[in-house]
């Protein structure tokens, strides 16, 4: 869905695929994989490109927002703040 609002975003700006992938320092190749919702490009990649297209990350209530964000904040407090491998145990049987 997120790759279908940037390729919407991109053809009511007017531009073509090698136009925005130009901007955005990509390959078209990329592009379409974002436009297509391939898991391969990475996240800032597409994040720029759905700025570059005026597609936005978040919706326009704040209120909303300020709920999720105290939700995160709630569930983080809740884990713990490292995480370590647990020790291996040595096999010392010979």
Do not use: C, W, Y
């Not at 790759?3 to 901007?23: V, W």
């Not at 407090?77 to 010392?92: F, G, H, I, K, Y």
């Amino acid at each position: 869905m997120f790759g279908k609002l940037i390729r919407l975003g991109r053809t009511e700006r007017g531009m073509t695929a090698q136009e925005l992938a130009d901007r955005a320092g990509i390959s078209r190749t990329t592009l379409h994989n974002i436009e297509k919702g391939a898991p391969s490009p990475e996240v800032g990649t597409v994040f720029e490109v759905a700025a570059l297209v005026g597609v936005r990350l978040f919706g326009d209530d704040e209120r909303l927002l300020a709920l999720h964000e105290a939700r995160l904040d709630d569930k983080l407090t809740l884990l713990p703040q490292s995480v370590r491998l647990p020790a291996r145990e040595v096999e010392d049987d010979f």
